[in-house]
């Protein structure tokens, strides 16, 4: 069996800062899913576009743009093999229900994505 170690101090306090096996593969996708296209230095394809589309109108192109978003940064990852990518597009906010199959660990995840602009300028 695969052993993975990473790294996350999203929703910790103190040490240990650690994640293993398929926490690691999850925390890397939340890392590029909740990043804006762009926003990275020196890697202007990392990221997800959802956050450019928040204050677009809620139609069926905007569901279909976010859904090949989510795909695409899915697709890079060999880690990872995608099972379903339900997107709700809503006025005020972009959510999706992302499952995966997580490879190396034979283990089926599933990933809740909310977007909004509050999120997006820092506000809870």
Same mark, same amino acid.
């Given at each position: ?14 040490? @240990? ?5 398929? &926490? ?8 590029? $899913? ?9 890697? @202007? ?19 279909? $743009? ?11 990852? @060999?880690?990872?093999? &995608? ?13 999706? &229900? ?27």
């Amino acid at each position: 069996m695969a052993r993975l170690i990473g790294f996350n101090t999203i929703g910790k306090t103190k040490a @240990p800062f650690t994640t293993t096996g398929a &926490e690691t593969v999850l925390r890397d996708l939340q890392n590029e $899913l909740y990043t804006k296209k762009g926003e990275r230095v020196m890697r @202007p394809n990392f990221g997800c576009i959802i956050w450019d589309l928040l204050m677009d109108p809620a139609t069926s192109e905007v569901e279909k $743009l976010a859904k090949e978003d989510i795909q695409r940064i899915l697709n890079r990852d @060999p880690r990872v093999s &995608e099972k379903e990518v339900k997107v709700l597009v809503l006025d005020n906010s972009i959510s999706a &229900e992302v499952i995966i199959d997580v490879i190396p660990f034979n283990s089926v995840e599933t990933l809740y994505l909310t977007y909004t602009q509050q999120m997006e300028e820092g506000i809870s």
